[in-house]
C-alpha cells in the first residue's frame, strides 16, 4: 500500500497563554510506522489529540484518505479507521479484561463471532487467563496491552500508540516492539515513545518535536546524529 | 471466547439460574398471590409501593445504569400524574385512562428531550448535571402551585379515569382494585424484564462502559450524548407512567408529588436498594415506604428527619445497598464456616 493516508498541516495549539503546537505539519503515508520523539512538553500528545479528534486545532487542517477530519464529531473517527491509545491506560476499569475487548469491537456479527474475535485478541496479547478479570486489576504492563488490544479490535487503517510501552519490563517492551512490527504494512502506524531503544528496534522514520515545533524528521539512525536534536532531547554527549 | 462465560446469550441463559433471578421471579410469584389472602387497605398500600418501585426502577436506569444522578425526577413523575387528572377525565370513552398516560408519557420525553439534549449534548456532566436536575424539580413544584386554572395550585387536582380499553366496538373498563392491582404488577414486572434483558447484553456493556470512561467510548465510537440522551427520555417516560398510574389509583395528585422532597425519596430507594441492580430499588422502595409507615404512625412530622439520618446512616453502613449486602452474606457465611473447620 502506498500514499498518503492523513495529512496535517500547519497545525496550532494554544492553551491560555501557552502554546503547545506551533506550525506542526505531518504526512503519514499508508502502511508506515512513525515514532513522534520529543522532551516533556514538547507537544506531542497535543498534536496526538488533535490528529485523534480529542482536541481541536486554533488553525490548521487534517486530512484523512482526502476527508476533512476538523469539527468532525469524536465517535466518528473510529468509523473512519482512526483508534488510538492514550498515554495513560484509558480502560473501562470496573469491567472484565473480555468485557473490554467486547465494547471496543464494532457492532455487528453473532456472539460466535464476537468469542472468535475476542479470543483470537486475547491470545494475541497474552490475556487469555486473565479473560474474566476486572480491568483494574491487572498489572500496569497488562493494561497497557489491553489498551492496545482495544484500539487493534476495529483494525484500524490508523493507530495512534501515545507511549505504548511506558510503565512495562523490558521482556514486555521487547514483545511489544515484535506486536507493533508486525503490523506493518496491515496499517499505519504512529508512536509518541520516551525509551530510545523501542524507538531504534523500530527503525522507523522518526519527528522530533520541541516546544510545540517539529525540529527534524527522518530516519532514526540520522535523528540520533543530529546535534540540534542531541542538544535539546538526547543530551549533549 | 471459551470459559469466560461471559458471551451475550451465555450470559443471559446463565440468568436463568442466577439466585437473585430467581428471588425475582419469587417476588413476582409472591405479590401475584397477594390479594388472595389480604384485605383492600393492605393491597392499596403495596400497589401504591408497587407504583413507586416502578418509580425507583425509571431512576435506577438512568443512575444506576447510565451514571446519571439525578434529581428532577419527581417532575416526569407529576408530569405523569398531572397529565392523567388533566387530559383523562377530558376524554369521554374507556381509553380514557390510556390517553392520559400516553400524553404523560410523550410530555415528560419532550421536556426529558429538550433539558437532556441542551444538558447532555452542552457536555455537563456529574455533579453539575446533577445540581441542573435539582432545578428541574423546583421550577415543575413552582409551576404545579403557581398555573393553578390548569394545576388546581396549592390543592391540586381530584379525579382520574380508571383504566380500560375501547377498540373496534370491544371495550373494558378495569373498576376492580384487585385488577388495578394485577395492572401495576404486570407494568412494574415487564419494565423490570424490559431494562433487564436490555442491559445484559451489549447494550448493557456499553452503558457500563460510558459510565465508567465516557472519552474512552467516544473514542472507540460511541455517540455518548446519544446514548445518555435516550436513557435520560425514556427514564423520564417510565417515571411518567408511575405518575399515571398513581394519579388512576389514588384519583388524587398534589405539588408534593412533583418536588424536591419526593425527587431525595425516589434517590433513596435506589440508593437503599443498590444502585445499578434493577431488583434492589424495587425493594429498596418496599423497605423504605414500610419504614414510612412504621415513624409516621408515631409523628407524620419526624419522617424527613428519620429519613435523612436513615439515609446518612446506609451510606455509611452499607454504601451498596441492600442487594449488594445480601449478595455477600453467603460468602461471608461460607468463609466464617471455612474458617471454622479449619480451626477444629
Not at chain 1, 476495529?154 to 515484535?178: C, I, W, Y
Not at chain 2, 413544584?141 to 373496534?168: C, K, M, N, R
Not at chain 2, 398513581?246 to 412533583?258: E, F, K, M, N, R
Not at chain 2, 425493594?283 to 435523612?308: C, D, N, T
Amino acid at each position: 500500500m502506498t500514499g498518503a493516508l492523513m495529512q496535517a498541516e500547519d497545525l496550532h495549539m494554544r492553551f491560555g497563554g501557552v502554546t503547545a503546537v506551533s506550525g506542526v505539519s505531518l504526512t503519514l503515508e499508508r502502511g508506515e510506522i512513525r515514532c513522534i520523539i520529543g522532551p516533556n512538553g514538547a507537544g506531542k500528545s497535543t498534536l496526538f489529540n488533535m490528529l485523534a479528534g480529542t482536541q481541536r486545532p486554533i488553525s490548521g487542517s487534517i486530512r484523512f484518505e482526502d476527508r476533512d477530519l476538523i469539527g468532525l464529531p469524536l465517535h466518528k473517527f473510529a468509523a473512519l479507521g482512526i483508534a488510538r491509545k492514550f498515554q495513560v491506560p484509558s480502560l473501562f476499569s470496573t469491567m472484565s479484561v473480555y468485557d473490554n475487548l467486547v465494547v471496543a469491537r464494532p457492532a455487528g456479527g453473532g456472539s460466535e463471532d464476537e468469542a472468535i474475535h475476542v479470543g483470537g485478541m486475547l491470545e494475541t496479547l497474552g490475556l487469555t487467563g486473565d479473560a474474566g478479570v476486572a480491568a483494574a486489576e491487572l498489572p500496569h504492563g497488562q493494561k497497557q496491552w489491553l489498551e492496545i488490544g482495544m484500539a487493534l479490535m476495529s483494525r484500524p487503517k490508523l493507530l495512534l500508540l501515545d507511549e505504548p510501552t511506558a510503565g512495562m519490563t523490558s521482556d514486555e517492551t521487547h514483545r511489544t516492539v515484535d506486536l507493533i512490527a508486525g503490523l506493518r504494512e496491515a496499517m499505519t502506524i504512529v508512536v509518541i515513545e520516551h525509551d530510545m531503544n523501542f524507538v531504534r528496534a523500530l527503525a522507523c522514520p522518526t519527528t522530533v518535536m520541541h516546544q510545540g515545533r517539529v525540529i527534524a524528521s527522518g530516519p532514526f539512525s540520522d535523528i540520533e546524529r543530529d546535534h540540534t536534536v542531541r542538544d535539546v532531547y538526547l543530551g549533549r554527549q | 471466547m471459551d470459559g469466560t462465560g461471559l458471551s451475550l446469550g451465555r450470559g443471559r441463559n446463565a440468568a436463568l439460574s442466577n439466585p437473585w433471578v430467581l428471588l425475582t421471579v419469587g417476588l413476582v410469584g409472591i405479590a401475584a398471590a397477594y390479594p388472595s389472602w389480604t384485605d383492600a387497605y393492605s393491597l392499596s398500600v403495596i400497589r401504591d409501593a408497587l407504583i413507586f418501585a416502578l418509580l425507583a426502577l425509571s431512576l435506577d436506569y438512568l443512575w444506576g445504569k447510565a451514571g446519571i444522578l439525578s434529581f428532577g425526577h419527581a417532575a416526569f413523575f407529576g408530569i405523569g400524574a398531572y397529565s392523567m387528572a388533566i387530559f383523562g377525565p377530558k376524554i369521554d370513552s374507556a381509553n380514557a385512562a390510556l390517553v392520559g398516560l400516553l400524553a404523560g408519557m410523550g410530555i415528560a420525553g419532550a421536556v426529558a428531550l429538550v433539558i437532556g439534549y441542551f444538558l447532555i449534548f452542552g457536555g455537563v456532566r456529574g455533579a453539575y448535571l446533577t445540581i441542573v436536575t435539582l432545578a428541574i424539580s423546583l421550577v415543575a413544584q413552582h409551576i404545579a402551585i403557581g398555573w393553578s386554572q390548569v394545576t388546581g395550585g396549592d390543592s391540586g387536582l381530584i379525579g382520574a379515569p380508571p383504566p380500560g380499553i375501547e377498540i373496534f366496538g370491544f371495550s373494558y373498563v378495569m373498576l376492580d382494585p384487585v385488577h388495578q392491582y394485577y395492572l401495576i404488577l404486570a407494568v412494574t414486572a415487564i419494565a423490570l424484564l424490559a431494562i433487564w434483558f436490555a442491559c445484559s447484553g451489549h447494550y448493557g456493556r456499553v452503558l457500563a462502559a460510558i459510565q465508567d470512561n465516557e472519552l474512552r467510548a467516544r473514542t472507540l465510537g460511541y455517540n455518548t450524548s446519544l446514548h445518555l440522551l435516550i436513557v435520560f427520555v425514556v427514564s423520564a417516560m417510565l417515571a411518567a407512567v408511575a405518575g399515571g398510574l398513581y394519579d388512576i389509583t389514588s384519583g388524587y395528585v398534589a405539588p408534593d408529588l412533583i418536588g424536591l422532597f419526593m425527587s431525595t425519596e425516589i434517590i433513596v430507594w435506589v440508593a437503599v436498594g443498590g444502585r445499578g441492580t434493577l431488583i434492589g430499588p424495587i425493594i429498596g422502595a418496599f423497605v423504605v415506604i414500610r419504614l414510612q409507615q412504621e415513624v409516621s404512625s408515631v409523628s407524620y412530622k419526624l419522617w424527613p428527619m428519620f429519613i435523612g439520618a436513615f439515609f446518612v446512616a446506609m451510606v455509611f453502613l452499607f454504601p451498596n445497598g441492600l442487594l449488594p449486602l445480601l449478595r455477600r452474606i453467603p460468602r461471608i457465611v461460607a468463609s466464617r464456616l471455612q474458617r471454622a473447620r479449619k480451626a477444629e
